[in-house]
């Protein structure tokens, strides 16, 4: 079973919102965090927000500040770009950490990812 589902991609217009969302039902256990990474075809994987459970410390890529907007187990994007365009993957990290990992290595369960696709 996949720990990690995502849902909420689609193709929108340049300015456009989506709300991403993750389904963590496929895994037990605790969550510390949860992080959202994205992918775009022959780039690396990077942070673009992530969010603690203890606190709900929250933490942002500069270019995803003041755009998208973080909640536990779901990512609201508004005034989407066409270089938004990418996977997104959420992922959740099940011990505990003082600040919110923003490298992949930090987290220890994926989803598959979901594809947003922003046209201009």
């Known amino acids: 079973q996949v720990p990690l589902v995502e849902s909420g991609g689609g193709l929108v217009q340049v300015g456009g919102s989506l709300t991403l969302s993750c389904d963590t039902s496929g895994r037990s256990g605790s969550t510390y965090a949860m992080g959202w990474f994205r992918q775009a075809p022959g780039k690396e994987r990077e942070f673009v927000a992530g969010?603690?459970y203890i606190g709900s410390m929250r933490d942002y890529a500069e270019f995803a500040r003041g755009r998208f907007t973080i909640a536990l187990k779901s990512l609201q994007m508004d005034s989407l770009k066409p270089e938004d365009t990418a996977v997104y993957y959420c992922?959740?990290?099940?011990?505990?950490?003082?600040?919110?990992?923003?490298?992949?290595?930090?987290?220890?369960?994926w989803g598959q990812g979901t594809q947003v696709t922003v046209s201009s």
């Open positions: 992922a959740t990290r099940d011990t505990y950490a003082p600040r919110v990992p923003t490298a992949p290595q930090g987290y220890n369960y």
């Open positions: 969010i603690s």
